[in-house]
């Protein structure tokens, strides 16, 4: 019944424009974050069962081809966002006709990339995993784990498009409670497939599929019987090219940037599996528990995106500030206060994920040298969510080109000349980290974000 009553057409967006700061970010973040934490559980159970449950190779080969997932879905993410960013300035100028064009826009597009993703994302399976160097004993693995994720990949573009118009008029909460479904169906099935039925990466990749389907059917039946300004109507959908030049003015940049870290990501990797498989599952342990820190910044990021577009959306520039540099004092706490149980009980982390002893040491290694880093992140995670808020995503996507791809690359390359250290290569994160940082602090203290506003007055 309380499923039900989610579904429901009570309206329960939130006007950020007005009230106070840290209450409105706070209460769109928390739900953010909790619902992040459930969506990080897709893939962390997936590994943690096929590492327990299965065999070094499965756990190697769930858990390295995350950047090949990563180089599509991180494209339509970019893109989704600036469909958030163009429904949040017009939701906050209150130009609800012009929110349903987006909201509508939006969908069609989805539906439009999901049958394309799904298509191009089993045809480069084969030239990726060439690409990461993926050793030949997870090959044949890692490739039924790909194939069958893009089969259904459909489904999680449905639910993030969907989540992201939600959260764009400042709910948050039903998005939240569709992944909180979706992952007990994800966990409940993973240990089906994977312990009765004996499936190993098979069974995880359908469990995956089968939840992001779930969580993408609740957020269209919640779209389409809400009572708010982003209620969709099937008849509608349809491409409105006066938004979708917005929605592109600020997503494809933000697409392309994710896509081509992806990729940068893939050579990454290809470092890493030279190492072989205990490095390559150590890796694989470390990044489980690097995307659990990283949550919090991320969710306080959507959330300043959310309010700096609405409070542009009616010309507030100051409070739109004022909401970014409280975004980011928040974020630092949380980041500082995970970091010290990771530091001081990093074995126990990596443990939970893959108990051999090589996969241990090696984790644990990555996790001391590297956590300590983890608050530059909320520099660049949050300053540059207040400028796609903004409107202004160039920036963010040249500065974490610079750093994350470019930078990142040539550094990789020196060092693995010089060395053969593990841990040497590993740096390359912190250090594209610290220059991104540097970067975007620059460009978000001289933007002026009263000429990046997206939206004109009857336009």
């Given at each position: 019944?309380?499923?039900?009553?989610?579904?429901?057409?009570?309206?329960?967006?939130?006007?950020?424009?007005?009230?106070?700061?840290?209450?409105?970010?706070?209460?769109?973040?928390?739900?953010?974050?909790?619902?992040?934490?459930?969506?990080?559980?897709?893939?962390?159970?997936?590994?943690?069962?096929?590492?327990?449950?299965?065999?070094?190779?499965?756990?190697?080969?769930?858990?390295?081809?995350?950047?090949?997932?990563?180089?599509?879905?991180?494209?339509?993410?970019?893109?989704?966002?600036?469909?958030?960013?163009?429904?949040?300035?017009?939701?906050?100028?209150?130009?609800?006709?012009?929110?349903?064009?987006?909201?509508?826009?939006?969908?069609?597009?989805?539906?439009?990339?999901?049958?394309?993703?799904?298509?191009?994302g089993i045809a480069m399976i084969p030239f990726m995993l060439k690409l990461n160097k993926t050793p030949?004993?997870?090959?044949?693995?890692?490739?039924?784990?790909?194939?069958?994720?893009?089969?259904?990949?459909?489904?999680?573009?449905?639910?993030?498009?969907?989540?992201?118009?939600?959260?764009?008029?400042?709910?948050?909460?039903?998005?939240?409670?569709?992944?909180?479904?979706?992952?007990?169906?994800?966990?409940?099935?993973?240990?089906?497939?994977?312990?009765?039925?004996?499936?190993?990466?098979?069974?995880?990749?359908?469990?995956?599929?089968?939840?992001?389907?779930?969580?993408?059917?609740?957020?269209?039946?919640?779209?389409?019987?809400?009572?708010?300004?982003?209620?969709?109507?099937?008849?509608?959908?349809?491409?409105?090219?006066?938004?979708?030049?917005?929605?592109?003015?600020?997503?494809?940049?933000?697409?392309?940037?994710?896509?081509?870290?992806?990729?940068?990501?893939?050579?990454?990797?290809?470092?890493?599996?030279?190492?072989?498989?205990?490095?390559?599952?150590?890796?694989?342990?470390?990044?489980?528990?690097?995307?659990?820190?990283?949550?919090?910044?991320?969710?306080?990021?959507?959330?300043?995106?959310?309010?700096?577009?609405?409070?542009?959306?009616?010309?507030?520039?100051?409070?739109?500030?004022?909401?970014?540099?409280?975004?980011?004092?928040?974020?630092?706490?949380?980041?500082?206060?995970?970091?010290?149980?990771?530091?001081?009980?990093?074995?126990?982390?990596?443990?939970?994920?893959?108990?051999?002893?090589?996969?241990?040491?090696?984790?644990?290694l990555l996790l001391r040298y590297i956590t300590p880093f983890y608050i530059l992140c909320s520099v660049?995670?949050?300053?540059?969510?207040?400028?796609?808020?903004?409107?202004?995503?160039?920036?963010?996507?040249?500065?974490?080109?610079?750093?994350?791809?470019?930078?990142?690359?040539?550094?990789?390359?020196?060092?693995?000349?010089?060395?053969?250290?593990?841990?040497?290569?590993?740096?390359?994160?912190?250090?594209?980290?610290?220059?991104?940082?540097?970067?975007?602090?620059?460009?978000?203290?001289?933007?002026?974000?009263?000429?990046?506003?997206?939206?004109?007055?009857?336009?």
């Amino acid at each position: 019944m309380a499923l039900f009553g989610l579904l429901s057409g009570k309206n329960t967006e939130a006007d950020m424009t007005t009230g106070s700061t840290v209450r409105h970010l706070v209460s769109f973040a928390v739900p953010l974050l909790v619902g992040n934490i459930f969506q990080q559980l897709y893939n962390t159970v997936d590994t943690w069962v096929v590492g327990n449950y299965a065999s070094n190779q499965a756990f190697s080969a769930v858990g390295s081809v995350t950047p090949i997932i990563n180089l599509l879905i991180g494209f339509f993410m970019g893109l989704s966002s600036g469909a958030g960013v163009v429904i949040s300035q017009y939701y906050g100028a209150k130009r609800n006709e012009k929110v349903s064009q987006a909201v509508h826009t939006s969908v069609a597009v989805t539906l439009l990339m999901g049958v394309v993703f799904t298509f191009l994302g089993i045809a480069m399976i084969p030239f990726m995993l060439k690409l990461n160097k993926t050793p030949d004993s997870v090959l044949p693995q890692s490739t039924t784990y790909l194939t069958i994720y893009f089969a259904g990949v459909i489904g999680l573009m449905v639910y993030n498009m969907g989540a992201g118009i939600l959260r764009a008029v400042g709910d948050s909460t039903r998005p939240f409670y569709f992944l909180v479904v979706s992952a007990v169906i994800n966990i409940v099935l993973d240990l089906v497939f994977v312990i009765v039925f004996e499936m190993g990466v098979a069974g995880v990749a359908y469990a995956t599929i089968i939840a992001q389907g779930v969580s993408a059917v609740l957020v269209v039946i919640t779209l389409m019987r809400t009572s708010g300004v982003v209620n969709l109507e099937l008849k509608k959908l349809r491409i409105h090219t006066d938004v979708m030049k917005k929605i592109l003015a600020v997503g494809l940049p933000a697409g392309l940037q994710m896509a081509i870290t992806a990729f940068s990501n893939v050579f990454v990797q290809s470092y890493v599996n030279a190492f072989g498989e205990n490095y390559m599952s150590g890796w694989t342990a470390y990044h489980k528990i690097d995307q659990f820190l990283f949550l919090p910044m991320q969710s306080l990021s959507l959330a300043s995106t959310t309010f700096v577009g609405q409070n542009l959306g009616v010309n507030k520039v100051e409070r739109a500030r004022k909401g970014a540099d409280t975004a980011l004092g928040i974020a630092a706490v949380f980041t500082a206060v995970m970091i010290v149980p990771i530091v001081i009980y990093a074995p126990w982390f990596v443990r939970f994920f893959n108990s051999r002893q090589e996969v241990v040491e090696i984790g644990a290694l990555l996790l001391r040298y590297i956590t300590p880093f983890y608050i530059l992140c909320s520099v660049n995670q949050i300053y540059s969510g207040a400028l796609r808020g903004a409107g202004n995503s160039r920036v963010p996507m040249v500065t974490m080109l610079l750093s994350f791809v470019v930078f990142r690359q040539v550094y990789l390359f020196a060092v693995s000349r010089i060395t053969d250290s593990f841990v040497a290569i590993a740096m390359g994160y912190p250090a594209g980290w610290l220059l991104n940082s540097l970067l975007v602090f620059i460009c978000y203290k001289k933007a002026d974000f009263s000429k990046t506003r997206l939206i004109e007055d009857g336009k």
